[in-house]
């Protein structure tokens, strides 16, 4: 399946599947995009090769210029967003939101989310991808102390979806309780 979107007038940017064949596209993303703390070689290999994981790129001319992975943790009933990242040359072309609506929509069809939960974490100082998640729904949940390598803080955000990728409006919420 892919899903397409204009992330400039003229040049079309492509959500598709990714799978081990894109590692070494994969790596380089996350190096830039995480400096400070990339995967590791193996972890790369595991989200991409794993069953039950939701991988997804966006890709603009045959270049993966964006990356997001997910999964369901069963212990935690939640699913979870464990990277997304895009290209610095191509951030603010809605490629990040993009990758995070179709890494959502594909958790709640593919994995069935019993609870309708997703989370993922962002640096504090991160203050565009906050902003996205926020406005994608996100609220902080929690905050982990000293998370990343450099001693930096994590904040835990939490989005409701239903099973099947949407949203449920207040109503329906309600009917559940």
């Known amino acids: 399946m892919e899903t397409t979107f204009a992330a400039q007038p003229t040049r079309p940017a492509a959500i598709q599947q990714a799978s081990w064949r894109d590692m070494v596209a994969v790596r380089r993303l996350e190096e830039v995009c995480f400096p400070q703390d990339f995967w590791p070689l193996l972890e790369i290999i595991g989200v991409l090769s794993m069953p039950g994981v939701v991988r997804i790129k966006a890709v603009i001319d045959e270049q993966v210029v964006g990356f997001a992975a997910g999964d369901f943790r069963r212990s935690d009933r939640l699913a979870w967003i ?13 490629i990040g939101a993009a990758l995070l609506q179709e890494c ?74």
């Open 104 to 177: 959502e929509q594909r958790l709640g069809k593919t994995l069935a989310v019993p609870d309708g939960r997703v989370r993922l974490c962002v640096r504090p100082s991160n203050a565009p991808a906050i902003q996205l998640y926020e406005h994608s729904g996100y609220q902080q949940v929690s905050v982990w102390n000293r998370y990343y390598q450099n001693g930096e803080d994590a904040l835990v955000l939490e989005k409701q979806i239903y099973p099947g990728g949407g949203r449920q409006s207040a109503g329906e919420r309600r009917d559940r309780l």
């Open 82 to 94: 464990a990277t997304i990242g895009v290209l610095p040359e191509y951030r603010r072309r809605g």
